[in-house]
């Protein structure tokens, strides 16, 4: 890389520092090439980013972040996933790594929150910003179709005794 181009990687990785919800660090040392592929376009699938950086130039991008934190996690091969969503890329990477002994998470960060692997895993249990909203408004529609089942049955019985009346006073 030419300086130019190491300058515009450091800024284009300083603000995917500042802007991502969650950033997780993890070694890929004897990955393939395929699984690489594999791994990456499950990332894109759910809405995150993997990147492979120097882990000199990762150093000088997290300089003045909130993630700082996590730059003592940049040894050896190293890779950074993020995504915008705070549980996506911790749950892909967890994901991918319970089927490919490759990959090791080593950490992360979440806004000020320096994650350590295990943190990471449990985040990576959470349920996600959909999955989230989709829970909320099933319990948000729960009662209200209770309510229209509760005003709707006097309503029901009602029409039913009138009805009987109705077949009474024709059969008599």
């Known amino acids: ?91 892909v990477v967890v994901d991918f790594a319970k089927t490919n002994d490759k990959i090791v998470v080593l950490g992360g960060a979440m806004g000020t929150t320096t994650l350590n692997a295990d943190a990471v895993k449990s985040l990576a249990t959470l349920p996600s910003l959909d999955e989230l909203r989709a829970k909320l408004l099933g319990m948000i529609q729960t009662p209200a179709t209770r309510i229209a089942g509760v005003v709707a049955a006097p309503a029901s019985q009602l029409a039913r005794v009138f009805s009987a009346y109705a077949k009474k006073d024709e059969a008599a």
Not at 21 to 31: F, I, Q
Not at 44 to 59: I, M, Q
Not at 75 to 83: C, D, E, P, R, V
């Open 1 to 91: 890389m030419e300086r130019a181009e190491k300058r515009e990687f450091v800024t284009e990785l300083n603000e995917v520092f500042k802007a991502s919800g969650s950033v997780v660090v993890a070694h890929y040392a004897g990955a393939t090439v395929a699984q690489m592929n594999d791994f990456r376009s499950k990332m894109r699938a759910a809405g995150g980013t993997v990147k492979v950086a120097k882990n000199r130039l990762a150093k000088i991008a997290l300089q003045g972040t909130e993630a700082e934190g996590i730059s003592n996690l940049f040894n050896g091969q190293t890779l950074i996933a993020y995504s915008n969503d705070p549980i996506t890329a911790p749950k």
